[in-house]
């Protein structure tokens, strides 16, 4: 089922999630199923649980085909290489902005059947995996942009 997505300034997506207990419950197989649709739908390349109002460590990813669940995330390694790139967010919408991060992440946790999996993602990935990351201890990148780069707006082309 397509959930609505929540926008910046909702206080859901300010709350650190909590951890899953049991991966293999059909509330969060739901979840997972509902997360997967709703981010097609809105065609982004990840979605954390918090954006649809579920404060719980789960988050999906779509990147360069590949399809990626990840739940109780932790991550295990950042380079110490960063890379500073244009990022946008499906719960703020209209705005961009350039954000710094590590251009290579290791991270582990379990995978939709429970089973305790390790991702390793450089480039879009991993900058995909920290965005998502902080989404689930109530992060935005708007709150680690140095500057909004661009912010189209309607009115703004109504000269
Ligand atoms: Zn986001």
């Not at 919408?93 to 991702?119: A, C, H, M, T, Y």
């Not at 989404?135 to 780069?149: E, M, P, R, V, Y």
Request: aromatic residues 4%; hydrophobic residues 40%.
């Amino acid at each position: 089922m397509v959930r609505e997505i929540l926008k910046e300034p909702n206080p859901l997506l300010r709350k650190k999630s909590e951890a899953v207990l049991d991966a293999s419950k059909k509330e969060i197989q739901d979840l997972i199923s509902d997360m997967k649709e709703t981010m097609k739908k809105a065609e982004g390349v990840g979605l954390a649980a918090p954006q649809i109002g579920i404060n719980l460590r789960v988050a999906v990813m779509e990147v360069n085909q590949h399809s990626y669940v990840i739940i109780n995330p932790e991550i295990k390694k950042l380079s110490n290489e960063k890379i500073i790139s244009e990022e946008g967010c499906l719960s703020v919408p209209d705005i961009w902005g350039l954000v710094e991060r590590s251009k290579k992440i290791i991270i582990k946790g379990q995978n939709e059947k429970g089973e305790f999996v390790k991702i390793y993602g450089s480039g879009l990935l991993a900058r995909v995996i920290q965005h998502e990351l902080d989404h689930l201890n109530g992060i935005l990148f708007i709150d680690k942009t140095a500057k909004i780069s661009k912010i189209q707006k309607r009115e703004a082309v109504e000269l």
